[in-house]
């Protein structure tokens, strides 16, 4: 094989000989099942690639992925990914978390990676429950929701994933459902070939703990009435014979009749514009913004330096500087003082 050849793989190089321990009919089998299927179409060598997660179901991920990764810390996965992609710029690094490990513990570090723009994709599983501690509410569980640990109900506010990625200014932010596989595979195609923080946001059945959380968006007959799948360039149309579409009220969307002639007052999505506000109002739809559909696809797409290019020109410069130092000097150098 010469040497600027690269292999061909196809989804059984990437499955690992672990028994997969998840739940049957888990959602994060078709996840997993999509991962390990796009992969080997990315056209990087399989030792190129590091897959790193926190705690939690999903969490387990590394080890059904037959390639490098590291099981690490509740929500701490994010500080280990920024190392490992610091260090090694040419990896492809992976992050995988759930709804609790990355929004609750991990929430800080969440929000500074994607400010950041850290070269790295970020897959979060949301269920909208703890799942391996056994049903606990989560940061993403609704207003209201009974749990073993919020057994009268939830007094707390969910959190919307996309809305923090697209507030810290995440530079490709996308949607998808665990049931839809052929669109979950376009989605990571589009945040593999992307440069820059992606963060996929993936809604998750946990069938033990929250099952048919995302009925509404999986279920045959209802999932064209509350879905909106987000095109580029193209207006926001849904519904079982796409004759509803989304306008704009001022900053407010609302549901219009997509065929009585007001289609032309319906909004175009379009993912490259710097301005955030549009996938924000967007990213509302559905979660934060009831009686609208939820939007799926990618939100948001725009092209920004990395933390990993800047990281690099600053060695750059201070290689070419060439400083001579002594420990000595460096000890003794900056703000130091004697206390007698």
Not at 133 to 159: A, C, F, R, V
Not at 189 to 201: D, M, N, P
Not at 241 to 247: E, F
Not at 323 to 328: D, L, N
Request: glycine share 8%.
């Amino acid at each position: 094989m010469a040497i600027s050849e690269q292999p061909k793989y196809t989804k059984s190089d990437f499955e690992s000989s672990n028994d997969v321990r998840w739940c049957p009919g888990c959602g994060d089998y078709a996840i997993l099942s999509a991962v390990q299927a796009v992969m080997p179409t990315l056209g990087i060598p399989k030792e190129k690639f590091v897959f790193v997660s926190g705690i939690g179901c999903s969490s387990r991920f590394p080890y059904y992925m037959n390639c490098y990764g590291f099981h690490t810390i509740h929500g701490r996965a994010l500080t280990v990914a920024t190392g490992v992609k610091s260090t090694n710029p040419d990896l492809s690094v992976w992050v995988i978390t759930g709804d609790g490990d990355g929004l609750s513990i991990g929430g800080n570090h969440f929000i500074h990676a994607i400010r950041r723009n850290q070269d790295i994709k970020i897959l979060l599983f949301n269920n909208k429950i703890y799942g391996l501690t056994k049903g606990q509410y989560s940061p993403t569980s609704e207003l209201g929701k009974k749990t073993k640990s919020t057994p009268m109900g939830s007094i707390d506010n969910p959190i919307n994933p996309a809305s923090i990625a697209i507030a810290s200014g995440a530079t490709f932010v996308a949607r998808t459902v665990d049931k839809n596989v052929k669109h979950m595979k376009e989605i990571l195609l589009r945040a593999a070939s992307h440069k820059g923080t992606a963060f996929i946001e993936i809604y998750q059945n946990c069938l033990v703990f929250n099952d048919n959380a995302f009925e509404d968006f999986t279920e045959k007959d209802l999932k064209d009435d509350h879905s909106v799948y987000l095109e580029n360039g193209k207006p926001l149309i849904f519904g079982k014979n796409s004759d509803k579409a989304i306008k704009l009220n001022g900053f407010h969307p609302e549901v219009t009749n997509a065929t009585n002639g007001s289609l032309n007052q319906a909004l175009i999505h379009n993912e490259k514009t710097q301005d955030r506000g549009l996938s924000y109002v967007i990213g509302q739809m559905g979660v934060e913004n009831q009686g609208l559909p939820v939007a799926f696809g990618v939100l948001r797409e725009v092209n920004e330096p990395t933390y990993q290019e800047r990281l690099l020109e600053q060695e750059k410069q201070a290689m070419e500087k060439k400083p001579v130092a002594k420990i000595e000097n460096i000890l003794n150098a900056g703000d130091t003082w004697e206390v007698k």
